[in-house]
């Protein structure tokens, strides 16, 4: 929760709001990627984006 | 007040401790843990700090880390968005190290440093600065001046890559960036990885390697990978790339336009790699010199300070130096990641805190010797307990016995005082020889460092004596200045030798000097002065009254890939390794052929090559 709280605090500093829903895409992506520390999310990933 | 500063977590990670604006130590961590460019979170240098400056983590008043990752992770995040699909592979490298550890890089922090402080969790301040702050900072606020151009290059930090301010008094007020992905250190480590050498450690290689090329590329550089503007701002043709999609520093498109594919590391070096060096130091040096000119006409300064990775290319020190753009040049000697440290700290006493800042004669590194000493008693245990056969002699007969040595034409391994702070070996950690043998450079490069014949020396040479070889006349206490031999003192080679090309080059004796004198005539120069190393001083004055040369070889105490020795032990055991004849650990002379045969062994398998 302070990683969140500071994440949307850093984003309000540098005006960057926009960052949000590709930040926490990402962190999806990321955590995907994390847990199946493999290719195989690969199409998945191609797919959403 | 005392502030520590910290860089980590990428390569090169060292702690900095500076106490009322002094500069009490500085150290990388790698000197310690014996792991080159080691990046982890940097304990025992860190100790190191707190035990010189005799107090504990709890005396600490801010702890600052040298750069931003929120920062850095935004750049990420934006270059994945801006290349996607492309940058998956890099993604799929890159996140989960960023989702598991370096997002939670503070939380990290805290809890690294709570262990040094005996807590769960460091509860006090904890400051970030920007990586190019710290640099800037590095450069400036140690520098002898008042007021100054800071000038910091390097491949990233978190979206910088080249940074212009305005040092004066206790501040940096900073005029111009240049951003990610372009970037001028980023571009020499497209090179150093496609002529087949490490990115992050081989660019001096590639340095080393130019002047036995010629610049037969540099035109189809500046043609189509980088645009360079008057201004010295440029933009790098991403097309040419890797590095922001993939996990390779070039493209198929570089490949293609240089004719082939990257050079595999150790595979045998050919011409063209060389030209590739020449015409990428080429490159880079326009460059420099074009930012030069726009931070004169900027800033109205006439001194210029540098930091960042590419300040560590002393050749285009060198000809900035010559240039005449500014009047004097101070180059900060950890100008690399680990000096980020130092400048982060001295950015919180200066410019977050307000601190007054007065400047002396000098600058304020204390000749970079701000790692651990050893006293005579502890060498002599230490050296004792690793099995070592020594004598003890006196001040006088530690010098005298070592300018037989060199005078011999032995290699010396040197390590007196205070390590260094940042890559080179000052007469600290060094390996000396007698740079008047034609056989020294191929001996050391070959039986000694165990690293490729084509690297040149440097030669460490009395400040007071500096004009009488070199064609400079300054201070170069970092060896981060080349300069020339002076045209007196090179034999001119006969008629066929001067068709030679690239390694052939090697074996034509060039100078009195031919040790430290590289195919072109250019030296990678360090003035020592008494006021800050009176011992090797001392070493140079006697030197020169046996032999009329008051010049030396100095090459950093370690074989290829290891960190420079930190400890008497390290000495010993990289002494028993090599072909070093001679050991001088203080006032502790061991020669080779009186220690025990069974501690010799077969050292340099031992370290991963750089």
């Known amino acids: 929760m302070d990683l969140a709280r500071e994440l949307l605090s850093y984003m309000g500093h540098r005006k960057k709001y926009w960052l949000l829903p590709i930040l926490v895409m990402t962190t999806i992506f990321g955590t995907l990627v994390v847990l199946t520390q493999g290719t195989a999310v690969a199409p998945f990933i191609y797919t959403l984006f | 007040m005392r502030i520590l500063g910290i860089s980590a977590f990428y390569h090169d990670s060292a702690a900095a401790l500076v106490e009322d604006g002094r500069i009490v130590a500085a150290a990388q961590e ?9 990046p982890d979170f940097p304990a025992r240098a860190i100790e190191y700090c707190l035990s010189e400056a005799g107090c504990t983590m709890n005396d600490i008043d801010h702890v600052v880390f040298y750069e931003k990752p929120f920062l850095k992770f935004e750049r990420l995040v934006e270059t994945y968005l801006a290349t996607v699909p492309h940058g998956f592979s890099s993604f799929r490298v890159a996140m989960p190290v960023w989702i598991k550890e370096k997002l939670f890089q503070k939380t990290m922090l805290r809890k690294d440093l709570g262990k040094l402080a005996g807590k769960k969790e460091w509860d006090g301040s904890l400051l970030f600065t920007e990586h190019h702050q710290s640099h800037a900072a590095s450069a400036f606020f140690p520098s002898p001046f008042a007021s100054a151009a800071v000038l910091t290059m390097d491949g990233v930090g978190e979206w910088c890559t080249t940074s212009l301010a305005h040092g004066h008094d206790n501040r940096l007020d900073f005029l111009k960036e240049v951003h990610f992905p372009h970037s001028l250190g980023l571009l020499y480590s497209a090179f150093t990885y496609y002529t087949g050498f490490k990115v992050n450690s081989g660019e001096y290689k590639v340095m080393g390697l130019a002047p036995y090329g010629r610049p037969r590329f540099a035109q189809t550089i500046l043609d189509n990978l980088i645009d360079l503007k008057e201004d010295g701002s440029f933009r790098l043709d991403q097309h040419y790339f890797g590095y922001c999609t ?48 726009f931070a004169r006409r900027q800033t109205g300064e006439k001194n210029l300070c ?34 980020g440290a130092l400048g982060a700290a001295l950015s919180v006493w200066y410019e977050y805190l307000g601190s007054t800042r007065t400047t002396k004669d000098g600058d304020a590194m204390s000749g970079s010797y701000l790692g651990p000493a050893f006293e005579q008693g502890e060498v002599e245990q230490r050296l ?36 260094e702070f940042g890559p080179r070996a000052l007469g600290g950690r060094s390996i000396l020889g007698d740079a008047r043998s034609p056989t020294m450079q191929k001996m050391l490069n070959l039986k000694v460092k165990y690293r490729e014949s084509f690297r040149p020396f440097a030669p460490s040479v009395r400040r007071e004596d500096v004009a009488d070889w070199f064609d400079i006349d300054k201070d170069s206490p970092y060896m981060l200045l080349v300069g020339d031999v002076l045209e007196s003192r090179r034999l001119h080679a006969n008629h066929p030798q001067e068709n030679l090309f690239g390694i052939d080059l090697l074996n034509v004796p060039r ?60 000495a010993y055991r990289c002494f028993m390794g090599t072909e070093i004849e001679r050991l001088v650990v203080g006032n502790c002379v061991l020669k080779k052929e009186e220690q025990p045969a069974h501690l010799k062994q077969d050292y340099k398998e031992n370290f991963e090559l750089d």
């Not at chain 2, 790698?30 to 080691?38: A, I, L």
């Not at chain 2, 004198?517 to 004055?541: C, F, G, K, M």
């Open chain 2, 511 to 570: 100078s009195e000097i031919p040790a430290v004198t590289h195919v072109d005539y250019s030296a990678r120069i360090q003035t020592v002065h008494r006021e800050t190393n009176p011992r090797y001083w001392e070493l140079l004055t006697r030197f020169k009254a046996r032999t009329g040369c008051p010049v030396l070889v100095n090459t950093s105490f370690n074989v290829r890939g290891e960190p420079i020795v930190c400890n008497p032990e390290d």
């Open chain 2, 30 to 38: 790698e000197r310690f843990t014996r792991r080159k460019h080691d």
């Open chain 2, 384 to 419: 004792a307990a690793a099995g070592a056969k020594f004598e003890v002699l006196s001040d006088e007969d530690v010098t005298s016995s070592t300018v037989s040595a060199l005078a011999e034409e032995k290699a010396v391994g040197w390590m007196q005082g205070r390590m």
């Open chain 2, 306 to 339: 540098l930091a960042g990775g590419v300040a560590l290319n002393c050749v285009a020190n060198g000809k900035l130096l010559k240039a005449g753009i500014f009047d004097d040049i101070w180059i900060q000697p950890a100008a690399g990641d680990a000096g």
């Open chain 2, 246 to 293: 993939g996990l390779r520093m070039t493209s198929p498109a570089f490949h293609d336009l240089f004719g082939g594919e990257p050079r595999k590391p150790e595979a045998p070096l050919t011409q063209r790699e060389m030209d590739l060096a020449a015409s990428v130091q080429v490159v880079t040096e326009e460059a420099v010199m074009r930012l030069a000119r």
